[in-house]
């Protein structure tokens, strides 16, 4: 409709000149020439009608060119109702621990699994390779499945009816990993069965919200134009929506990871000393909280609409005339956006290797915790080291890293930060490989680490590099990558956007099963090894594709746009 209206306001502006000139070419009046060339530019540079009614950004002192060289830009304040939303997140990532579950065989005489104080907890006992396997494929649905999120959402429900029909289907699938784990069950072949069902349901639910998610959250914030206020200090600065956004996409990685600390850490300890079913029953519990967060925000979230079965309803291309083709229904705005999301696309490319190194933290680090000296610890209670890292990282590069770095006149751009990324990813492989030449070194079993009853004397806190450096590795490229895909994608399409990010991930998953035959004694060495070469590579490789797609991204953020 927003096209129409831009249509009939140039229309009517020019049959008015078309009148006045007509009658008087010598006295065609001054504000019917302004008030064509201004339409004529309305109908170029707006998508929507926000540009004559402007209500976000009603008030505000908008900076000179000359301000927009000299002041400082800083970040604005994050709507509530964004911190609202993140909750969902939150919840999906009180994950279930799956490695333990898959991998070790049930206890002698336990009914629940729980491996007690000096015992392993475990249910089915197919070992390692299956267990890699396994979590690899539940990845691989997480992030196939928010590509028919996105479609539904951009096309049909929208972002917000589509997250409230996941969580529904999420449930179901929590619920089913329930049944999977009770005393009764689990002691059964049966509970394979019911355990990958309930996998599949739990990932689908989880992948049609996942596209839709962080797009909903980031759209909380309204504005899109640089602004100037003074501070109490007197300081005048620009209030940059780019920084805004890429602040809120830090807070809401740090929602995530505030999940995944509490949730993995009281599952462990439940999967320990209680068994699987308690473990499988907390996360369900949080998760379903989720349908009443989303309905008592429900009026107050900011939505955006379906874009409907096409996405070039909007408007007609100014270049065409009267012989443009028929189907031709889009507009220049629309394509220039496309373009722009396309773009954001080809960055995204790279990121399966990255996220192989990743990936690495989900099973192969877990397992090589079993086989150190964990002093009572359980040996799944050591991938806590990774959110509890990015608690502490992700507030030190808000207020205190990149504020210094702009100080300095240093623009740490976003693909300078991704790139930034993969290397960091690396040099934790690095650190795992060392770890596990120094398991095998030292282990009574030598190479056969993983099947020794004994373990190495090693301290399994020397893993505590590598949880941190992948940790980092995730501020750069994760969380950059969400800032990315939601900048650089047109209005609606960012979930479909936000999808082929995560897509990269599922691509990733399908990667990791050729990988899966070095995911056991006595290839570990040569698994950790091969990740940290294909992220240095990919790291190299993707400098190169994107450093022009920089320079351009640069110069924009100077003008403002």
């Not at 970040?75 to 969902?88: E, H, K, R, T």
């Not at 999120?149 to 096309?155: E, L, M, Q, R, V």
């Amino acid at each position: 409709m927003a096209g129409l209206q831009h249509d009939d306001m140039l229309s009517a502006a020019l049959a008015d000149a078309k009148r006045y000139e007509a009658h008087d070419p010598a006295h065609l009046k001054k504000d019917q020439v302004e008030s064509t060339v201004e339409a004529v530019s309305y109908s170029e540079k707006v998508s929507d009608l926000s540009d004559v009614y402007d209500p976000d950004h009603e008030g505000l002192e908008f900076p000179t060119e000359e301000e927009k060289a000299t002041l400082r830009r800083v970040s604005d304040s994050i709507p509530w109702n964004a911190y609202l939303i993140a909750f969902v997140e939150l919840a999906e990532r009180f994950r279930v621990v799956f490695t333990n579950f898959i991998q070790q065989p049930l206890p002698p005489g336990s009914h629940t699994g729980a491996g007690m104080e000096d015992g392993q907890s475990g249910a089915l006992g197919l070992g390692q390779q299956a267990s890699t396997g396994l979590t690899t494929f539940y990845q691989f649905w997480c992030y196939i499945t928010p590509l028919f999120g996105a479609y539904i959402a951009d096309t049909f429900w929208g972002r917000y009816n589509t997250i409230c029909v996941a969580v529904g289907i999420a449930l179901v699938g929590h619920v089913i990993l329930i049944v999977a784990a009770v005393p009764g069950v689990i002691e059964k072949s049966s509970a394979i069965g019911a355990f990958v069902v309930g996998l599949i349901i739990t990932g689908a639910g989880t992948g049609l919200f996942k596209a839709n998610i962080s797009p909903l959250v980031a759209e909380q914030y309204r504005k899109t134009k640089l602004f100037v206020i003074t501070r109490k200090n007197g300081e005048r600065v620009i209030v940059d929506p780019t920084m805004t956004v890429s602040r809120v996409y830090m807070y809401f990685y740090l929602f995530i990871n505030i999940g995944a600390l509490v949730g993995q850490i009281s599952m462990t300890y439940a999967e320990k000393y209680v068994g699987f079913w308690l473990a499988y029953t907390l996360p369900t519990i949080v998760f379903s909280l989720c349908p009443i967060v989303l309905v008592i925000g429900r009026s107050r979230y900011v939505r955006t609409p379906p874009a409907g079965s096409s996405f070039w309803e909007d408007a007609k291309p100014s270049r065409q005339g009267a012989e443009k083709p028929s189907w031709m229904t889009f507009d220049d705005v629309w394509v220039d956006e496309v373009q722009r999301g396309l773009k954001a696309c080809q960055v995204f490319l790279w990121y399966p290797l990255y996220w192989l190194t990743y990936n690495q933290l989900n099973n192969n680090l877990t397992s090589q915790a079993a086989t150190m000296s964990t002093h009572g610890l359980p040996n799944d209670i050591l991938s806590n080291l990774d959110p509890f890292a990015l608690l502490i990282m992700i507030p030190i590069m808000d207020l205190i890293v990149y504020p210094v770095l702009r100080r300095m006149g240093l623009n740490f751009t976003a693909l300078k930060r991704i790139a930034a990324g993969f290397f960091t990813g690396a040099i934790a492989m690095v650190w795992a490989s060392v770890v596990q030449h120094y398991v095998y070194k030292t282990n009574p079993c030598g190479y056969d680490a993983s099947a020794c009853h004994d373990v190495s004397p090693l301290n399994v806190w020397i893993q505590t590099g590598s949880y941190v450096l992948l940790a980092l590795s995730e501020i750069f490229a994760s969380i950059t990558g969400m800032e990315y895909a939601y900048s650089k994608a047109p209005k609606n399409m960012r979930s479909l956007v936000m999808s082929i990010f995560l897509f990269m991930s599922a691509i990733s998953s399908a990667l990791g099963e050729a990988f899966v035959p070095l995911s056991t004694d006595p290839l570990l060495v040569w698994n950790y090894g091969v990740m940290a070469v294909l992220a240095s590579i990919a790291g190299v490789l993707f400098w190169v594709h994107v450093w022009k797609l920089d320079i351009a991204d640069e110069d924009q953020e100077k003008k403002g746009q």
